[in-house]
């Protein structure tokens, strides 16, 4: 509320000075009328600010300005307080639909400004205007072509106060969160005061056409694009008026009306073009600045797609690799097992054949727990994989797990223990969670000794649940605890009989957990066996 009533004032302040400058010190006989009548402009900035509870403080202030122009007739005072009061609001409806984010954004923006902001309200009440002073008796017109006159040259003068006042604004508005540097200050200056001393030459010359402002002040507009035009038009509008009503300039004619409709038709002729340059100029800035931001934007995507490629590039040669040596040494290694079982078998001799059937056994599930990661590395990297998480038994999942492992775990000579909750239940994508603990599982199973332990742990957490599995094996240093945070490339390994290894299952423990929200922690000591544990939130 304090911060109306603050703007409230300066609004009557600045619209009751305005009108007294302009009828003091422009005043153009014989028709009284205010050359330089800024009101109109100030009062639209002012509904434009403040919203339309500022049409009583605009009537006021027309209300205090007339009073001291105007007969004591209270029915005069009224109707010029409700024409200036109309006129502004009619100004302002307009405004906020021909340019509701500012009238000097383009060209088109700004043409329907002049046509529906600066031209039409006064146009709809400068008739009335006149004939109000007309009727009051503080003015009188002799003949019907003076009649008319004072009202063109009313409304041309509302029309010129409009457009000084609301573009100025507007670009004010537009400046308000860009910062100048010093250089752009002194050189704005420099431009304005040659600006100021053209207008001074001009002025003082009779014979010199005031068509050489357009040279500084293309220059401002060039320079500070709308800003530098909307108050190079001003400076060169006040100054030309109040230079040509007080008797001197290029517009000295017998008659000041004709004088007065010359100044202003130069005056718009020149002001006019200027805006539109500056309007273009500003655009072409904008466009260039966002057509840079869009070309670092390629830029940087180019590049994330160029590091993409080299990482599905690398991918693809550790693809093939595992294809061309992992995927196949089990397999020959299956093939020759089973030419030795029909050896013994053609030859009768079964002594072999059960150890034979054992290894190929294994070969055989390594071989197919190495395909079904392929399989599920291939899917993730394609999207085709969908992550539906929905209430899952955990404790059921793990138990499938470790009955896939249970054989080759005896084979191997190694104990599972488990320590699950049992009923935990959690939301989880099931495909997504059985192959996290197979890969887990096996993965310990492959790098614990004969004899070692595995144990499997799932418990409830405050914001979820952890699993972790726990073995007795070989250990990792630090090396190769980060080795298996980095690329595919740098997985590759070895079980403690051989077992080929390579990679991907950790990698998929990895990601899925991820898409899960969870986290990935792994404690290892070189010689005396790791620790994955990993923890899940409630919902992911």
């Keep these: ?30 028709s009284n009328l205010s050359v330089l009548w800024l009101p109109p402009g100030i009062a639209i900035v ?134 100048a540097g010093r250089r752009d200050i002194i050189e704005f200056i420099a431009l304005l005061s040659l600006l100021i001393l053209v207008l001074i030459w001009v002025s003082s010359t009779r014979t010199l056409r005031p068509i050489v402002i357009l040279i500084p002040m293309t220059l401002l507009a060039l320079r500070n694009g ?72 390629r830029t940087s995507e180019l590049k994330q797609k160029e590091a993409r490629l080299l990482e599905l590039n690398q991918d693809k040669d550790r693809l093939m690799s595992i294809i061309g040596h992992d995927l196949r040494n089990p397999i020959q290694g299956i093939i020759g097992l089973g030419e030795l079982v029909v050896g013994d078998v053609r030859n009768k001799t079964y002594a072999d054949v059960e150890s034979y059937g054992v290894m190929i056994q294994g070969s055989a599930r390594q071989t197919l727990q190495l395909l079904q990661n392929l399989l599920d590395w291939s899917a993730t990297q394609s999207g085709r994989i969908r992550f539906n998480p929905q209430p899952t038994d955990v404790s059921r ?60 742990s799932a418990h409830s957490t405050e914001r979820g649940f952890r699993l972790s599995v726990t073995d007795t094996g070989v250990g990792m240093t630090e090396e190769q605890i980060e080795a298996l945070e980095g690329p595919l490339s740098n997985l590759s390994t070895h079980g403690t009989e051989g077992e080929p290894g390579s990679g991907l299952g950790l990698l998929l423990v990895n990601d899925f957990t991820h898409k899960h929200g969870g986290t990935v922690r792994i404690e290892s000591e070189l010689g005396r066996g790791t620790t994955f544990e990993l923890d899940f939130p409630t919902k992911p």
């Design 1 to 30: 509320m304090l911060t109306f009533l603050r703007h409230s004032l300066l609004l009557i302040v600045l619209y009751v000075t305005a009108a007294w400058i302009g009828t003091t010190y422009s005043n153009l006989a014989p």
């Design 46 to 179: 002012g509904l434009v600010v403040l919203g339309w509870r500022a049409l009583p403080i605009i009537a006021i202030g027309s209300l205090l300005f007339h009073m001291q122009t105007q007969s004591d007739s209270l029915t005069h005072l009224l109707s010029l307080t409700l024409l200036d009061t109309i006129q502004p609001a009619i100004g302002t409806w307009m405004y906020q639909r021909v340019c509701p984010h500012g009238c000097l954004s383009d060209e088109k923006r700004f043409i329907r400004f002049l046509l529906g902001v600066a031209i039409l309200p006064p146009l709809l009440t400068s008739w009335a205007v006149i004939l109000t002073i007309q009727s009051s008796g503080n003015v009188v017109y002799e003949s019907a072509t003076e009649l008319l006159m004072a009202i063109g040259n009313t409304t041309v003068s509302d029309t010129l106060g409009i457009l000084i006042v609301i573009p100025l604004y507007d670009a004010l508005l537009g400046a308000k969160n860009r910062s």
């Design 226 to 297: 709308v800003i530098g035009s909307s108050i190079g038009f001003a400076v060169s509008a006040i100054t030309m008026i109040i230079a040509t009503v007080h008797g001197y300039g290029p517009f000295l004619t017998e008659e000041l009306q004709t004088e007065f409709l010359g100044l202003i038709t130069v005056l718009i002729s020149i002001g006019l073009p200027v805006h539109l340059i500056a309007i273009n100029v500003r655009n072409m800035k904008i466009f260039a600045v966002t057509l840079e931001h869009r070309v670092d934007e």
């Design 397 to 456: 999942l793990l138990s499938e797990a470790l009955h896939v492992v249970a054989d080759p775990a005896k084979a191997k000579g190694i104990t599972l223990k488990v320590d699950v909750e049992m009923g935990l239940t959690a939301s989880v994508d099931k495909q997504m969670m059985s192959t996290i603990l197979r890969n887990l599982v096996s993965n310990s199973l492959k790098f614990t000794f004969s004899g070692g332990t595995i144990l499997t």
